[in-house]
């Protein structure tokens, strides 16, 4: 951060010559000249100094093999049909209500609508409650889809392992979840962060990387793109399909807390589609309602000792608009006596030092920012550039048109922000960095990965970043988070 209070100085002193100069007509010449230059010979020196210290953080130097990413051919493994007539796939849950009590459980079923009732119970061979659900279908130009449930099971008790079944007659399909515990401040838990994801090999080794870490997170926490299916001719929809046959293998056991990126956005008005998020819409349901918001594309959840708001960076989040209002509304909420980690999920990163949608976050920043800081968010988790980034806690809310202050500043009160959208997607590792890297970036790597956040108490959590190079084992980038509600002092440098 030291260039940033040089150039503090720099700009100080450059007023001091300009006063200086004024009075300059006053000297003899002789003193004049001696004046001019020794103030010319302190500038050199703190040029200098900026120069010598001008770079941010880390930009790591890990060589990677440089492969195309290339999505897994439709006869993979991982997107198997399941066995028998209509048998339920793509299933996922997420979180249905704002404290953990309820869980949305989705799935398709291709051959007939079926039943979208959910048998569920604690014990795995009684599964003595049901659920009655609802089914929906959509068309996106000449494709349509499965009939796909989504089923609401309510009154669970925290902290309990559940056993649910979908399907009817002779396919079903058997699954189980843990609910979380009671929320609380001091409660433990552990969230994985993906972002980006898609179904390429790349994917299928981030995802896991992710099941096979020693640390187990228990939610993911899903910073937006999830398919890619619109990098297809005509936005083929199977790919929707058969992405969700791929993470089936988390999505049924795990939440996966979903934030809408642009792939989700499927605008295609040349093919006559023009309802956006359809696909996305149709196929991931949130509890939206549960957080008084209007639409799914921003909400909040309450998980253990966590707040976490999703927010919507293809939604209008102007001054007056919904998701603005909503905001100004949700921020005063969060009790961090209650949950202490408040955590902001969005999917165009603010802070992002890559040439890849550089500063494509910026007029969402200026519009949020300063109650990021005012309320403290601990983290911010993006995606959107395919690569790693962690920034320093830093803000730039001072700007007001005129006076010039337009430099992000070391500051307590703001959050971390982390662009996490390394997942593996088939466009491709974004490489290309904007040098030099800017002070508050401390530490940026074009590698795929995947993260997770993992809460110890009020005070402390421990986040680790791991690249899918490495062994499952391998953190390549940490950092020790201290609450900025209970515990707001300076972290210790992070260790990478
Ligand atoms: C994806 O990863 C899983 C788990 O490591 C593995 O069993 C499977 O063969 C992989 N599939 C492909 C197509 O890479
Ligand atoms: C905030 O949470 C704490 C701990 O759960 C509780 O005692 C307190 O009443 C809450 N405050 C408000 C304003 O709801
Ligand atoms: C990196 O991005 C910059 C800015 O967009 C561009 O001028 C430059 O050509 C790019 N470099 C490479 C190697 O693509
Ligand atoms: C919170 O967790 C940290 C890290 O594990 C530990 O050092 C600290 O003692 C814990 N605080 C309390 C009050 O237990
Ligand atoms: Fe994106």
């Given amino acids: 951060m030291t260039c940033i209070w040089n150039l503090r100085v720099f700009l100080f002193l450059v007023s001091v010559a300009l006063a200086y100069k004024e009075r300059e007509c006053a000297l003899p010449q002789r003193e004049r000249e001696m004046g001019s230059i020794s103030m010319l010979f302190f500038f050199f020196l703190i040029l200098v100094g900026c120069a010598v210290q001008s770079h941010g953080g880390k930009t790591s130097s890990f060589v990677r093999k440089d492969e195309k990413a290339i999505d897994m051919a439709l006869d993979s493994d991982v997107f198997t049909v399941p066995a028998g007539y209509n048998a339920p796939q793509q299933v996922h849950i997420i979180q249905g209500d704002m404290n953990g009590e309820a869980v949305i459980v989705s799935w398709v079923t291709q051959d007939e609508p079926g039943s979208s009732k959910v048998l569920y119970g604690t014990s795995e061979e009684k599964l003595e409650f049901s659920a009655e659900g609802k089914v929906t279908q959509y068309k996106f130009y000449t494709y349509t889809s499965g009939f796909i449930h989504r089923c609401t099971l309510r009154k669970l008790k925290h902290d309990t392992k559940y056993y649910y079944e979908v399907g009817f007659g ?246 971390v922000y982390i662009t996490i959208g390394d997942g593996g997607n088939l466009e491709g590792l974004a490489t290309n960095m904007t040098e030099p890297q800017p002070e508050y970036s401390a530490y940026r790597e074009s590698s795929f990965g995947h993260a997770t956040f993992d809460i110890k108490n009020r005070t402390h959590a421990y986040y680790a970043w791991h690249r899918n190079q490495d062994g499952y084992a391998v953190e390549a980038d940490t950092m020790w988070f201290y609450n900025r509600f209970c515990n707001a002092m300076d972290e210790p440098s992070a260790s990478s």
Wanted: aromatic letters at 18%.
């Fill in 170 to 415: 002779h396919t079903t399909r058997k699954f189980w979840f843990t609910t979380p515990p009671k929320v609380g401040p001091d409660v433990p838990y552990t969230f994985g962060l993906i972002g980006d994801l898609g179904q390429s090999y790349d994917s299928n080794r981030t995802l896991t990387h992710y099941e096979m870490n020693p640390v187990k997170g228990k939610t993911v926490l899903f910073v937006g793109d999830l398919s890619y299916a619109d990098n297809y001719p005509n936005h083929d929809n199977v790919r929707w399909d058969t992405w969700g046959r791929f993470v089936e293998r988390s999505t049924a056991y795990q939440p996966w807390i979903w934030t809408a990126g642009n792939h989700e956005i499927d605008f295609a008005p040349e093919i006559g589609e023009t309802i956006p998020f359809k696909p996305f819409t149709h196929r991931y349901p949130v509890p939206y309602r549960a957080s008084g918001s209007t639409t799914p594309f921003w909400y909040s959840i309450k998980r253990a000792s966590a707040y976490i708001i999703v927010l919507a960076s293809y939604s209008a989040y102007g001054k007056y608009t919904p998701q603005f209002k909503w905001l100004e509304a949700e921020f005063p909420k969060v009790n961090r006596s209650e949950t202490p980690w408040l955590i902001v999920l969005m999917h165009s990163p603010w802070y992002n030092s890559y040439n890849y949608h550089y500063m494509e976050g910026e007029s969402m920043r200026v519009m949020y920012e300063p109650w990021f800081v005012k309320y403290k968010v601990d983290v911010v988790f993006a995606g959107h550039v395919h690569a790693y980034e962690r920034s320093e806690r830093v803000s730039n809310v001072a700007f007001n048109i005129v006076n010039g202050l337009c430099m992000p500043l070391p500051d307590p009160s703001a959050p």
